[in-house]
């Protein structure tokens, strides 16, 4: 496990390296059991993939491809997406290994696509049992890296009309996993016709995204 571990730090190292050139970064998308459709917002992380090409000058892949949570190829990928409406469940070993990627420097967004609240939860605690969610407060810097967000989340789908909520893992000071619900941030990054999502508010999703990517691959602490 230890070699996986140095080979995702050296991923990490050269995320915003553009002398590896144009493709040499990948992001995927998390594959998981349990019913729930992982599957969701195809069209997601293309498109925030080709918004911080433009807006950060990264070089990333545009090509998304899945990986499963118990996979040894979780470790090639410094940022994975995780969103669905329904069940998730992490066996043992699943968890085991997604615990290994996120304290060897990956990190997990996690994005409520409306419905997978109260499944997630527990399937984190299995994978930290000795961590809790917490709630960031609107002053912390995944809020405030290229682009500004005051008062935190956008809010992007009404879902049940409650304000937008980011929640976050932290450890050793490190944020691993970032959790937004009453926002669907996934939605919001979708290609325009597939939600009727406004203009308006794609571009906050989408730059909330790029703030993310980027205080993933930055490294900075709490």
């Not at 929640?167 to 979708?190: I, K, M, P, S, T």
């Amino acid at each position: 496990m230890l070699h996986l571990q140095i080979r995702l730090a050296l991923i990490l190292l050269i995320a915003f390296n553009s002398s590896y050139g144009q493709g040499s970064l990948q992001l995927a998308v998390l594959k998981y059991n349990g019913g729930g459709d992982w599957y969701a917002n195809p069209t997601a992380l293309p498109n925030l993939v080709k918004f911080c090409n433009e807006e950060l000058g990264t070089s990333i892949q545009v090509d998304i491809p899945v990986v499963e949570v118990g996979s040894p190829e979780l470790f090639s990928y410094p940022f994975v997406h995780m969103t669905g409406h329904g069940n998730v469940v992490f066996d043992q070993q699943e968890a085991a290994n997604l615990r290994n990627y996120l304290v060897g420097g990956g990190f997990l967004h996690i994005s409520d696509n409306y419905g997978m609240d109260k499944f997630i939860r527990p399937m984190l605690q299995r994978v930290f049992p000795e961590l809790e969610l917490l709630e960031l407060p609107f002053a912390h810097p995944v809020y405030h890296q290229k682009f500004d967000f005051p008062r935190g989340l956008p809010k992007i789908h009404e879902h049940d009309g409650l304000s937008p909520r980011g929640f976050g893992l932290f450890w050793e000071g490190r944020l691993v996993v970032f959790y937004d619900v009453e926002c669907d941030l996934g939605d919001g990054w979708e290609d325009p016709d597939v939600h009727g999502d406004s203009q308006e508010n794609r571009q906050k999703a989408l730059r909330m995204g790029a703030n993310l990517l980027s205080y993933a691959f930055s490294g900075s602490p709490e």
